[in-house]
């Protein structure tokens, strides 16, 4: 698991498609799918059930993007305080 595969998981979640997380995030589409892939493959969950609609959230997939919003909040919270010390 790394930060980067947190947000692309909370922003798939926040717009409830890969095609749209992806446009946002500046990345290819099946680049995105394959992180969410290998997140699930190592962690042995299902996050979403993807649709020609686009994807819904798991109750795995819900509490995976709790905490992976705490994680960020306090990741970018961390990097402000680095940042403060460092100037």
């Known amino acids: 698991m790394n930060i980067q595969q947190l947000r692309c998981i909370v922003e798939i979640a926040r717009v409830g498609s890969i095609t749209k997380a992806a446009e946002n995030l500046y990345m290819n589409q099946p680049n995105l799918s394959r992180t969410v892939i290998e997140f699930e493959k190592e962690y042995g969950v299902t996050l979403f059930i993807r649709n020609s609609q686009g ?18 909040k306090k990741t970018r919270s961390e990097e402000r305080r680095v940042g403060k010390e460092c100037r």
């Open 55 to 72: 994807v819904t959230l798991t109750d795995n997939g819900k509490k995976v993007v709790e905490k992976a919003e705490e994680i960020i």
